[in-house]
C-alpha cells in the first residue's frame, strides 16, 4: 500500500501515518487545498499564457511578450481583468441553474484530481473503485455543459448544450471500455496498483529498457483512449459543443466576468483531468528515472496538453452527425476488438 | 493552345459559324415583339414591351442559347424608366445581347424576368429598391439593400436625398418580429440569425436560418448592412480621375486593381481609349498578384471556418498573402486601396530599381509551389478536411447557371467560364495559362479550384515578369494620351465585365454628354454568388451552411457597394 | 491508513471554495451598471426572434436510448475484468472468457441489428429540405 497525501502530511506533523478521524480531516483538508492550488497554477499558467505561446509558436507567431518575463505576468493581468469586469445577467436566464453550471464545471473538474496519483506520497486518496470515481467524475462536466446551454435562454447556447450530449453519448462507451481493457491487465480499479502494475520492464534493449507503461503494452487502447479523451475534454477536432465559427460560442456564449473565468477554468481542468487519467491508465503514473515522481507526472500531462494544442492547430473539426458515425460505428466498434483480444491474450498468458 | 477549346455543339439561333452574334436573325425569332433596336457600344439592344418581357426571355434562352443573363440595370430617364437585361452564354461571353424594357413615367411596372433567370430575383429587387421600378410576378418583391423602412428609391429623380428618413420606433423595435417561418405552436424549428456580428459571416452579413434540429430547413441571406452607394458615389465623379478610387472599395479585401480594371475596361472602350501593350502588361500582372492575395484569403477564411479557430492554416495563408502585399505596395504605393491604373493606362512604371521588383517577385514565384504544397498537406488531403467537405455545399451547374454564378463558384461546378480566356482583355491572350475546373459542385471543388487558379496565375506573372524585363526601354510607354477632360458621347451606352476574384465584375455607364456618367451600374459577381446560398445548403447541417457561406467567397463591400 | 473518502470530501470542499471565493472576490472587484440595452439576448447583433424555450428535434434520440443500453452493459463488464485474471487462473481461460464473449456477441449482434435499422446515425429531419425555387 502506497502512502496517501494525508498520511504524508500527518507523517509532517508529527501525528504519524495512523491518523485519528480528526487528524485525517485537517490533514486531507491541507492535501486537497495543495491539490487544489496545484491545479489552479497549472491552469493559470496554461490558459492565458501557455495556450498563447503554443499557438503562436504553431502558427508562426510571438504572442504575449509585453508584460514581465515572456509575457509570464500576463497571468496576472488577464485574471485581474477578467475578475473585475462587469457580470451581465441577460434576460430570462433560468437563474439558480445559469449560477450553478460554473461552478459545477470548475468544481467537478477539480474534484478528479482526489484519486490521481502525483507522486510517491502525493496522492490524495486512493479508494479502492478509483478508475470508476475518475471516469464518473470526468462526467459530471457534461452535466455542466447542458445546465449552462439551456439555462442561457441563448439560441447558440442551446445548441450547444445539445451537442455536448450528443458528444457526451458519442465517446462516453468506448472510453470506458478501453479503461476496462487496462482493467484487464491490472486486475485492479485502484489507482496505486494501476501504477504498481506498470513498474516492471518490458523490454530491454542494450542499455535501454523500456517500461512496462499500458502505453507500449497495448499501443492500440492507448491511441484509442487518446482520441476518446480529445472528445471527452471537447478540443479539436472534436471541439463541437463551443464551435467558434459555428454558434459563436456554444454554451458559454452568455458568460461574462467571473463565470466566464470559471467555465474557462473548468475546461482547462478538464484537458489536464484527462491528461492525468491517460498518465496514470498508461503512462506509468509518476514513474520515471532521475527525477522525482511529481515533476514526470506534470511533464507527462503537459506533454499531452501539448498534444490537445497541437491538435487544435491543424485539424479541422468535425460535423456533429460525423462524430456520432465516428463514435458509434469506428470507436466502439475498435473498442469491443480491443477489449475481446485483450482479454484473450491476458487469459492465454495467465 | 491552352486559350481555345473544341467547339462541337449546335449552333443556337442567331449564332454564326465563327462565333459572332447574327442579330437580325434574333429579331427574326423574337418577331413583333421586339419594338425598336439600340446600338449599344458593346453589343446591340431589343428594345421589347414590359408585359412580353417573359416570352422574349424564354425564346432567347431557350432557341437563342442566351442562358446566362449577366445584369439587370434599371434607371430612370426623364420621360420613362428603363431595365436593361444583358444577356451573354456561358460558352461563349461574347456573344452578348441587351433586352432593354421601357416602362411608363407613372406607372413603371414591368413583366418579371424571375422564372427565366432566377438570378433576376435579386436584381429586380435591387432596382425595385433603389430605381423603384415594380415588377410584375416577381414572387418576392422587398427592398434588398436599403431597410425595409427607408421612404424613396434613391436613384429615382424625384428622390429627395435631403429629407430625414424619419421612421417611428415601432417600425424598428424588431423588423424580424412576424418573419418566424414555420415556428408554431406545434412546431419545433428555430428561427435563427447568424450575422451581422457573427464569426463567420465574413463581415455584416446577415443570414436569417431556420433551423430543425442541427439542421438547416430554409435559409435567407439578408444584406444590405455594407451599402455604401456605390453606384451613386460614381455617378458624382469624373471619368478621367474621380471614379477610379472607388472600385478599391468594392472588393476590398486585396482585389482592388481587378476591380479597377473592370471600370478601366468599360469606361476606355466607352471613350475608345487605347491602351499601350506595356501598360497592359503591366495590368495583368498587377491584376494576377491581387488575385493571388485574393484567393489567398479565400483560402484562410474558409479553413477558418471549417477548422475553427483562428490556426495554423490561416495565419500560413496570411503569411503568404503579406509578400504578395508586399510586392504590391513597391509596385503601388498602397497596401489596400491601389488606385494605381489610370484610363489609358497605369499610374506609373514600375519602381526603381527595377531589379530588385524583379527579383523580390520571382522569389515570391519560387516559393510558391512549396508553399501550396504545404497547403495541400495540410488542408485539402486532411481526411476530416474531405469529409466536412466533399459533397457538402452541392452546387449543379445547371443551377449555378441559373443564378448567374461566374468566377470559381462556376468553375468549381464544372462550368468553363472565364472572362479571361472567353473575353479577352489586357495581355491575357498572348500569355499562355489554363482556365481551371472542378466537377465536384461542392465545397472542396471549389477550394481546389481557388488553390490551382493560384498556381495558374503564377504562370501568368511569370511570363509577365519575363516580358517586362526584356521589353526595350524606350517603349515602355505606361499611358496613352488621354484627353483631360472626357465626354463621351450623349447617350453612348456599355455593359463591360472582367474576371475578378470572384466572378465576372461588370460595368454598365450611360453617357449624357458630360464629364460624368449619367447612370453607373456595378454587376457585383459576390451578389449573384451569395444568392445560390439557399440552393446550396438544402437538406444540410449549420457548419455545411457556414462552410458553404466561406466557400462562395463574398466580400461584403462587393455585395452591398 | 486514512479513510480515501474523507481526502475526496475535502477535495470536495476546495473544489466549491475556489469558485465561491473567485465569485466573492470578482464581486468585490466588479462594477455593476445596469442597463436595459446590454441584457438583451446575443443573438448576432439582431433583437432577439422567438424563444430558446420550444419543442426541439432532438436527432440523436435513438442513440441516446442505446446509449442507454450500452453504459448498463460496461458497468456489468467492469466486475468481470477486475476479477478476470485471478478467475483465469483459478478455472481455466473458457468458463471465464466464453460467458463474456457471449455476452458481449448479444450486445455486438444488437448493435449490428441497430445499425442496420438505421438508429445509429444522426437522424436527417424530413423538414429540412429546402425546395430549389427553380
Not at chain 3, 41 to 48: F, K
Request: hydrophobic content about 45%.
Amino acid at each position: 500500500m502506497t502512502q496517501t497525501l494525508p498520511e504524508t502530511i500527518g507523517e509532517l506533523l508529527g501525528w504519524g501515518t495512523e491518523l485519528s478521524f480528526g487528524q485525517d480531516v485537517v490533514a486531507s483538508l491541507i492535501g486537497a487545498a495543495l491539490v487544489g492550488t496545484l491545479m489552479l497554477t497549472m491552469t493559470a499558467i496554461a490558459g492565458p499564457w501557455a495556450k498563447r505561446k503554443i499557438t503562436a509558436a504553431f502558427t508562426d507567431r510571438i504572442a504575449v511578450n509585453r508584460v514581465g518575463p515572456f509575457g509570464l505576468l500576463i497571468i496576472v493581468a488577464d485574471a485581474v481583468r477578467l475578475l473585475s469586469k462587469e457580470l451581465i445577467v441577460p434576460e430570462g436566464v433560468d437563474r439558480p441553474a445559469w449560477d450553478l453550471a460554473p461552478i459545477v464545471l470548475a468544481g467537478s473538474a477539480l474534484l478528479g484530481f482526489a484519486v490521481i496519483p502525483m507522486g510517491s506520497g502525493i496522492h490524495l486518496a486512493d479508494p479502492e473503485v478509483g478508475l470508476v470515481y475518475v471516469f464518473a467524475i470526468a462526467s459530471v462536466a457534461s452535466v455542466g455543459l447542458v445546465m449552462a446551454g439551456y439555462a442561457s435562454n441563448n439560441k447558440y447556447s442551446m445548441l450547444g448544450g445539445l451537442r455536448a450530449v450528443a458528444q457526451n453519448l458519442a465517446y462516453e462507451i468506448p472510453l470506458v471500455l478501453i479503461a476496462a481493457s487496462v482493467v484487464l491487465f491490472a486486475g485492479s480499479l485502484q489507482m496505486s496498483e494501476i501504477v504498481a502494475a506498470q513498474q516492471g520492464t518490458l523490454l530491454a534493449v542494450g542499455g535501454l529498457s523500456i517500461p512496462a507503461w499500458y502505453a507500449f503494452v497495448n499501443p492500440f487502447a492507448f491511441v484509442l483512449f487518446l482520441v476518446a479523451n480529445l472528445m471527452e475534454v471537447g478540443r479539436n477536432p472534436f471541439d463541437i459543443p463551443e464551435a467558434p465559427t459555428e454558434i459563436v460560442a456554444g454554451y458559454q456564449t452568455e458568460y461574462s466576468s467571473v463565470y466566464f473565468v470559471l467555465i474557462y477554468l473548468g475546461e482547462f481542468l478538464h484537458i489536464f483531468l484527462g491528461a492525468a487519467i491517460i498518465t496514470t491508465v498508461f503512462l506509468g503514473g509518476p514513474a520515471g528515472p532521475v527525477l522525482p515522481g511529481i515533476l514526470w507526472f506534470l511533464i507527462k500531462i503537459w506533454a499531452i496538453f501539448l498534444f490537445t494544442q497541437w491538435a487544435r492547430s491543424a485539424l479541422p473539426r468535425l460535423r456533429i452527425d460525423q462524430l456520432i458515425e465516428v463514435g458509434w460505428k469506428g470507436m466502439l466498434v475498435l473498442a469491443f476488438a480491443n477489449l475481446i483480444l485483450t482479454a484473450v491474450i491476458v487469459g492465454v498468458i495467465a | 493552345m491552352s486559350l481555345e477549346r473544341p467547339r462541337e455543339r449546335q449552333l443556337d439561333i442567331g449564332e454564326t459559324v465563327d462565333g459572332d452574334v447574327d442579330y437580325d436573325a434574333l429579331a427574326e425569332l423574337l418577331g413583333d415583339r421586339v419594338v425598336d433596336r439600340e446600338e449599344h457600344v458593346n453589343a446591340p439592344a431589343f428594345v421589347v414591351r414590359p408585359d412580353e418581357i417573359q416570352d422574349a426571355l424564354f425564346a432567347l434562352r431557350d432557341e437563342a442559347g442566351f442562358d446566362y443573363l449577366s445584369c439587370v440595370t434599371a434607371q430612370e430617364y426623364d420621360d420613362r424608366y428603363e431595365s436593361i437585361y444583358h444577356l451573354k452564354k456561358y460558352d461563349d461571353p461574347t456573344q452578348e445581347l441587351g433586352v432593354v424594357v421601357p416602362t411608363a413615367k407613372d406607372a413603371p411596372i414591368s413583366q418579371t424576368a424571375e422564372p427565366v433567370y432566377r438570378t433576376a430575383d435579386w436584381h429586380e429587387r435591387e432596382a425595385y429598391d433603389l430605381v423603384g421600378i415594380n415588377y410584375e410576378g416577381h414572387p418576392d418583391l422587398r427592398r434588398i439593400l436599403l431597410p425595409e423602412t427607408w421612404q424613396g428609391h434613391p436613384l429615382g429623380q424625384d428622390y429627395n436625398a435631403e429629407k430625414p428618413q424619419v421612421v417611428p420606433f415601432r417600425k424598428h423595435a424588431n423588423p424580424l418580429q412576424p418573419d418566424q417561418r414555420g415556428e408554431g405552436d406545434n412546431s419545433d424549428t428555430m428561427f435563427l440569425n447568424i450575422g451581422p456580428h457573427h464569426p463567420a459571416t465574413h463581415g455584416v452579413l446577415h443570414v436569417k436560418a431556420v433551423l430543425d434540429g442541427e439542421q438547416i430547413a430554409d435559409v435567407e441571406p439578408d444584406i444590405g448592412y455594407l451599402h455604401r452607394c456605390e453606384e451613386q458615389m460614381c455617378q458624382q465623379g469624373t471619368y478621367r480621375h474621380q471614379i477610379m478610387p472607388y472600385p478599391d472599395r468594392w472588393d476590398y479585401v486585396s482585389a482592388g486593381i481587378l476591380n479597377e480594371w473592370a471600370y478601366a475596361r468599360a469606361a476606355e472602350d466607352l471613350a475608345n481609349i487605347e491602351v499601350p501593350e506595356y501598360a497592359q502588361v503591366i495590368r495583368t500582372m498587377s491584376a494576377e498578384l491581387c488575385r493571388i492575395c485574393s484567393h489567398m484569403l479565400a483560402l484562410g477564411t474558409f479553413a477558418l471556418d471549417v477548422f475553427g479557430d483562428f490556426t495554423a492554416v490561416f495565419q500560413y495563408a496570411f503569411r503568404d498573402r503579406e509578400v504578395v502585399q508586399d510586392i504590391l505596395e513597391d509596385l503601388t504605393g498602397q497596401r489596400l486601396m491601389f488606385n494605381y491604373l489610370r484610363l489609358g493606362g497605369v499610374a506609373w512604371d514600375l519602381p526603381e530599381p527595377r531589379e530588385e521588383f524583379f527579383e523580390k517577385s520571382r522569389d515570391f514565384l519560387d516559393g510558391l509551389p512549396k508553399k501550396l504544397k504545404e497547403y495541400h498537406n495540410l488542408i485539402t488531403s486532411n481526411e476530416i478536411f474531405q469529409a466536412r467537405c466533399v459533397n457538402t455545399g452541392i452546387l449543379p451547374p445547371e443551377v449555378a447557371k441559373q443564378y448567374g454564378a461566374t468566377g470559381p463558384v462556376a468553375r468549381g461546378s464544372g462550368v468553363d467560364i472565364d472572362l479571361r480566356r472567353d473575353d479577352p482583355y489586357g495581355y491575357y491572350d498572348e500569355l499562355d495559362w489554363d482556365v481551371v475546373t472542378e466537377d465536384g459542385c461542392d465545397n472542396y471543388g471549389r477550394v481546389l479550384v481557388r488553390m490551382q487558379e493560384v498556381e495558374e496565375s503564377a504562370k501568368i506573372i511569370e511570363q509577365c515578369l519575363d516580358l517586362l524585363e526584356e521589353w526595350p526601354e524606350d517603349d515602355r510607354t505606361i499611358q496613352s494620351n488621354v484627353p483631360r477632360t472626357l465626354k463621351p458621347e450623349p447617350d453612348t451606352e456599355i455593359y463591360r465585365g472582367v474576371e475578378a476574384a470572384k466572378g465576372e465584375l461588370g460595368i454598365y455607364i450611360r453617357a449624357d454628354g458630360t464629364d460624368k456618367p449619367a447612370r453607373f451600374k456595378i454587376r457585383s459577381p459576390c451578389f449573384c454568388n451569395l444568392h445560390t446560398l439557399r440552393e446550396m445548403t438544402q437538406g444540410e447541417y449549420i457548419p455545411d451552411l457556414i462552410a458553404s457561406l466561406g466557400s462562395l467567397d463574398i466580400v461584403l463591400g462587393e455585395v452591398d457597394r | 491508513m486514512s479513510n480515501p473518502w474523507i481526502a475526496v470530501g475535502a477535495l470536495a470542499v476546495v473544489g466549491l471554495a475556489i469558485p465561491i471565493s473567485m465569485i466573492v472576490i470578482s464581486s468585490l472587484l466588479r462594477p455593476s451598471v445596469p442597463e436595459q440595452g446590454k441584457r438583451a439576448i446575443y443573438e448576432s447583433g439582431e433583437i432577439p426572434t422567438g424563444t430558446t424555450r420550444i419543442r426541439f428535434n432532438i436527432q440523436y434520440y435513438m442513440i441516446a436510448l442505446l446509449f442507454v443500453v450500452f453504459d448498463i452493459e460496461t458497468v456489468l463488464i467492469f466486475p468481470w475484468a477486475l476479477i478476470y485474471s485471478d478467475a483465469v487462473a483459478q478455472f481455466g481461460l473458457v468458463p471465464v472468457l466464453g460467458p463474456m464473449l457471449v455476452f458481449l456477441a448479444i450486445l455486438l449482434i444488437g448493435l449490428i441489428w441497430a445499425w442496420r435499422n438505421g438508429a445509429v446515425r444522426w437522424v436527417k429531419s424530413p423538414r429540412a429540405e429546402i425546395k430549389s425555387q427553380l
